[in-house]
């Protein structure tokens, strides 16, 4: 049987990944002019982490984890998202002793046990801000400018941006209560798994897909009637700082997410170009969970992106011409034994000093292809210029460049290959 990649995961081969290493370095100088610094942690960690963190009745912990024992007998879990890990290294290495709030961004694998599907795998990317230790709502607002930042520079036009409350331990429990009733006499309408939500996660009921769910909570008691006052007038400044920094956006009463440790802003970044995984970003605020891992309390807001959707995105606007190859500046041809010897030299010489060369690679150490099948290869390549190697102009102490563009020939002496080769790309790169 021929071996396969496990189901959800994808290989990313060079052309997508020069894609991907565009949107990292997007990302990247973003999160420098917001003033992010980078975490990297673990790919796995312990599975209370995400049981306290996440929340034991969501989907991901109910589930969608990769969970383990070590050899230690340790229940371990690779991570299905950065939040509570970026947390976790918050408490442990006492970040709260330098300037509040901690700024930390990442990009890194999480792994979900989803069914697959396009914008949707087992093991899928996210970049991602946390801001530990303020209530600012200008930070909350962040969270929301990092990633449109993102897919400005990037050139991603289509979404929009849906904003919610859905308070905190103070205004919550009551508006649990008050949505449960509500919902008990409606609860043979509901789908099997809004069913089993409703005692342990009944919020989650209101963002349901399944259109029996939306018609059955049509004018359910929305979280938004129900915050405190501390809630009210936090979600009042984020809208007031988005509304100065020109970020449109809509209320969407109906906006939960899937983790349990939200509180107060919640926030999504849809797009319809994705089909049936829409939301290329999300987040919200998370106020106890630095105290549900075991630190103290410090108030904190964060974002996580997917990385395959915003290859998506880019794929569906038009906008991935930067996934070709980068093509060598200089193809080497080399006829003969010596010239073989010679053309290794001079590749390493001219990429030291960064100028990306090729050679043809032959399984017979001094049996050259045809001058003919070489050009074919440099053709093919895309290469900017053919150094061409024989034996005989190696005797005569020379080298013919010829440019690919318009088939312009001329010989060089090979002591000054290196800089007629520079001249040539004018500088070491760059168009003609
Ligand atoms: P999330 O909504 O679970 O939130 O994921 C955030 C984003 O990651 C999604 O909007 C989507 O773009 C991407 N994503 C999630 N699951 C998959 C998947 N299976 N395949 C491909 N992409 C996926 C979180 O993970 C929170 N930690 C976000 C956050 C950070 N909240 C506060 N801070």
Not at 6 to 27: F, M, N, S, Y
Not at 257 to 282: H, S
């Amino acid at each position: 049987m021929e071996a396969r990649a496990p189901r959800g995961t994808t290989d990313i081969l060079p052309e997508e990944a020069r894609l991907w290493q565009k949107i990292e370095a997007t990302v990247r100088e973003v999160m420098r002019a917001y003033g992010y610094g980078e975490i990297r942690t673990p790919v796995f960690e312990y599975t209370e982490l995400f049981l306290r963190g996440v929340g034991e009745t969501t989907d991901i912990v109910e589930k969608q984890m990769y969970t383990f024992e070590d050899q230690g007998g340790r229940s371990l879990t690779l991570r299905p998202e950065g939040t509570a890990p970026v947390v976790r290294a918050f408490v442990q290495h006492r970040l709260d002793g330098r300037a509040l709030p901690q700024k930390l961004w990442y990009a890194q694998p999480m792994f979900r046990y989803e069914r697959p599907q396009a914008g949707r795998g087992r093991q899928f990317h996210q970049f991602g801000a946390e801001a530990i230790g303020t209530l600012d709502p200008a930070c909350d607002v962040e969270m929301i400018a990092i990633p449109l930042e993102v897919y400005r520079r990037l050139g991603i036009q289509r979404f929009e941006v849906l904003v919610n409350s859905i308070g905190c331990e103070v205004c919550r429990p009551a508006y649990r209560a008050e949505l449960k009733a509500w919902l008990a006499g409606r609860l043979d309408q509901l789908c099997p798994t809004c069913r089993s939500r409703y005692e342990r996660n009944p919020l989650r009921v209101l963002d349901c897909k399944e259109e029996r769910c939306r018609q059955a909570t049509e004018g359910a008691p929305a979280p938004l009637d129900h915050l405190c006052d501390e809630c009210s007038r936090h979600l009042e400044h984020v809208t007031v700082l988005l509304r100065a920094l020109g970020i449109e956006y809509r209320m969407d009463p109906r906006l939960v997410r899937g983790l349990d440790y939200y509180t107060k802003t919640v926030f999504e970044i849809v797009t319809d170009v994705l089909g049936a995984q829409g939301t290329l970003a999300a987040g919200g605020r998370y106020d106890g969970l630095t105290a549900a891992v075991g630190g103290k309390r410090f108030p904190a807001v964060g974002f996580a992106g997917g990385m395959e959707r915003a290859v998506l995105a880019l794929r569906a606007a038009g906008l991935d011409e930067a996934a070709h190859l980068d093509a060598p500046d200089v193809f080497l041809v080399c006829l003969g034994k010596e010239a073989r010897i010679e053309g290794v030299k001079i590749a390493h010489r001219l990429r030291r000093e960064d100028i990306a060369s090729a050679l043809d690679y032959s399984d017979e150490f001094d049996q050259a292809r045809s001058m003919r099948a070489q050009m074919k290869a440099a053709g093919r390549l895309g290469a900017r210029l053919a150094l061409i190697l024989g034996d005989d102009e190696l005797a005569r102490g020379v080298a013919s460049i010829k440019r690919l563009s318009d088939g312009e020939q001329w010989e060089v002496s090979l002591d000054g290959v290196i800089p007629a080769v520079k001249e040539q790309l004018g500088g070491g790169g760059g168009p003609f």
